[in-house]
């Protein structure tokens, strides 16, 4: 699967396929229309502060309205879909461009400055809306309002990209990877975690709000803190590793990288070499008809035989495993899907009643249990961690034995280590966006 020679190429494409998806669910599920709501701005409790708008996904899928709060697309089988595009009249806030030619021809765009000109569009009972807006919620019946089997089918359907989302996400890749070369560069220049996450986005010219999610900067045992938020402005006495978890956005689209790196020579730089090794023995075992949740427990057993051979536990592989002691140091998924969401959607369903694929046993924080189909973008990030914890958990309940505590004490201060990269399935080999992206730096 070969990537567009540019983003737009394959956009009248897409819209044309989304189209057809849709009309197959309304007719599924007895609707004549949809209504998507972008949502509106949120305020800050008793204050006029308004948070940095996220619109609906669900009109992301159709066109790249990051910005357009308020806007609402109409879409009735057989016709062209109605966007009613806000540009409100105003001095205190920048409203929204004109449409662009390149997506904008693919609709019947009418400019509205009325915050409900949506309301034009007609209500019936056989039209559903999507949305959070209060407005929807004030004007629709509950019934018709995010229908759970329509959602669902729809989330379904979002699984297999287009090749406009998976340039879009190649595009993000791409930024990504230009960002995480600057970061590292600044970790090794002795950059503070805060001065490291502003040398990521002046990178690529994106402020915090534009991030698909916060950034995750750690150094030395920060790396311990999954989704470690904090951005210290101070350096470390002694600084010994690094890990960071950032991605950027292209159109709404996501891309979710991590790397970690080491100070210097020694253990810790060669446990990261192998988890490298690991991962990329894991993102080549991606393709259609492979179920995820036979890559999880493979990387669980994979992980296992690097704390083992690292001396890090005294347990046999399979022992570890099946106790949960590999869960100790690898207690999370091994990824999820990737798109319009950083953590995709449909990832633990099977269809539009939304019955529940199970996760394993004993991994309860696995957010993906599908069987993989050419066209999903997913991440691949097993970790390896020292967290207290979790450590201090095994200790008073678990084994203590199976675990060389003296060499839990001298890694712990490294925090651990996650290595992630974004993968399109296809029938053949995986196509690995993320190391692509850094290749081409």
Not at 165 to 187: M, N, P, S, V
Not at 275 to 280: I, R
Request: aromatic share 10%; charged share 20%.
């Amino acid at each position: 699967m070969g990537l567009a020679k540019t983003i737009t190429d394959g956009y009248k494409d897409h819209v044309a396929e989304v189209q057809q998806r849709w009309e197959k669910a309304l007719q599924a599920e007895g609707y004549d229309a949809v209504l998507i709501h972008a949502g509106s701005k949120l305020a800050s409790f008793l204050d006029d502060y308004e948070y940095p708008f996220r619109c609906n996904p669900h009109l992301l899928w159709w066109a790249p309205l990051t910005s357009q709060h308020d806007s609402a697309l109409l879409v009735r089988p057989g016709h062209r879909p109605k966007l009613y595009y806000y540009q409100p009249d105003d001095y205190w806030y920048l409203p929204p461009a004109d449409p662009d030619s390149w997506w904008a021809n693919e609709f019947e765009v009418v400019p509205v400055r009325d915050i409900e000109a949506w309301k034009q569009a007609g209500i019936n009972t056989q039209t559903a809306y999507i949305g959070d807006a209060a407005s929807l919620a004030e004007s629709v019946g509950a019934e018709q309002l995010n229908p759970t089997r329509l959602v669902n089918r729809i989330h379904l359907e979002r699984t297999r990209k287009t090749a406009y989302e998976i340039a879009c996400i190649a595009e993000a890749a791409r930024l990504g990877a230009i960002a995480h070369t600057a970061a590292e560069q600044g970790f090794r220049e002795g950059l503070s975690e805060y001065d490291i996450h502003q040398r990521y986005c002046m990178s690529i010219q994106l402020v915090d709000a534009e991030l698909p999610y916060g950034n995750i900067v750690a150094l030395n045992d920060h790396g311990a803190v999954l989704h470690y938020q904090a951005h210290e402005q101070t350096v470390p006495a002694e600084v010994r590793s690094f890990l960071i978890d950032a991605g950027a956005t292209v159109h709404g689209y996501a891309s979710d990288i991590t790397r970690t790196y080491a100070a210097g020579t020694g253990e810790f730089a060669d446990l990261i070499s192998a988890m490298n090794s690991m991962e990329l023995k894991v993102c080549d075992s991606v393709k259609a008809g492979t179920d995820y949740r036979d890559l999880h427990l493979h990387a669980h057993a994979d992980i296992a035989g690097i704390l083992k051979d690292f001396n890090i536990i005294n347990s046999s592989v399979e022992s570890a495993v099946e106790s949960g002691l590999s869960a100790v140091f690898y207690p999370h998924g091994l990824g999820h899907y990737l798109g319009l969401q950083t953590h995709d959607v449909a990832g633990l369903i099977a269809d539009a009643d939304g019955t529940p694929i199970p996760r394993p046993d004993g991994h309860p924080f696995l957010r993906l249990t599908r069987k993989l189909e050419a066209g999903n973008v997913l991440t691949i990030e097993p970790g390896l961690y020292f967290i207290e914890p979790l450590l201090r958990k095994w200790r008073e309940n678990g084994d203590v034995a199976a675990i060389n505590w003296d060499k839990v004490e001298e890694l712990a201060p490294f925090g651990g280590v996650r290595i992630e990269d974004n993968i399109v399935v296809t029938d053949g080999e995986p196509l690995n966006l993320t190391r692509g992206a850094f290749a081409a730096i």
